[in-house]
């Protein structure tokens, strides 16, 4: 089962390097990461997807993940009612002679095209992953050169939730803060 979780992180230099050693150091796949400044000013969103069959390895990497030096809150969303999406970008080797036939096929997927040259066109879309592996098979025809993928990111539906914590933008050797004390992983 794939896990997503969404975290809120200090917007510091090397917490990446953190998130993904935890990864590498319990043995897990990180199939996606996209990380993004957030509402609140020192402060990113991650949304990391892994792809894990045990749930009580999601729920340790969960844990560790909380325990994490710069990792302000964490919340695991994989079966809680979220919108989802990627984004990619797709280089074929078609030109104008092909412009009918490859409009046909975007239009389905609400992709567009962003640039188009003599020998080579690049389309846009985003969408949920199914609809993107569906648009990736549709244009295969069109000889595809390269794509780029930014991975899943997630926000959870209904109200916000507000972290508060002394935490966020706190100097480093402030060590006060301490995350709320879990006892059981819901997922």
């Known amino acids: 089962m794939k896990q997503t979780l969404i975290a809120l992180v200090e917007d510091k230099p ?14 897990f796949n990180i199939e996606s990461l996209s990380v993004g400044k957030s ?53 074929m080797e ?3 002679s092909q412009l009918n036939e490859l409009n046909e096929v975007i239009k389905k997927f609400g992709a567009r095209i962003v ?18 592996n569906d648009l990736i098979e549709s244009l295969k025809h069109f000889k595809i050169t390269e794509i780029m993928r930014t991975g899943k990111i997630a926000m959870r539906k209904g109200k916000t ?3 508060s914590s002394s935490k966020i933008n706190s100097e480093p ?13 819901q997922n």
Not at 53 to 69: A, C, I
Not at 177 to 182: K, S
């Open 173 to 185: 050797d402030d060590l006060s803060w301490t995350p709320d004390h879990i006892t059981a992983y």
């Open 161 to 163: 939730h507000q972290v």
């Open 39 to 91: 509402e609140m000013p020192g402060v990113s969103r991650m949304t990391i997807v892994a792809n894990e069959p045990d749930s009580h390895k999601r729920g340790n990497l969960y844990f560790n993940l909380l325990k994490l030096v710069n990792v302000i809150a964490v919340k695991d969303v994989s079966s809680l009612p979220c919108i989802s999406r990627e984004t990619i970008l797709v280089k």
């Open 14 to 27: 090397g917490v990446l390097n953190r998130v993904a050693s935890l990864f590498r150091r319990r043995n």
């Open 115 to 132: 640039d188009m040259g003599t020998e080579s066109t690049i389309v846009e879309a985003m969408d949920e992953e199914s609809a993107i």
């Open 94 to 96: 078609s030109g104008p």
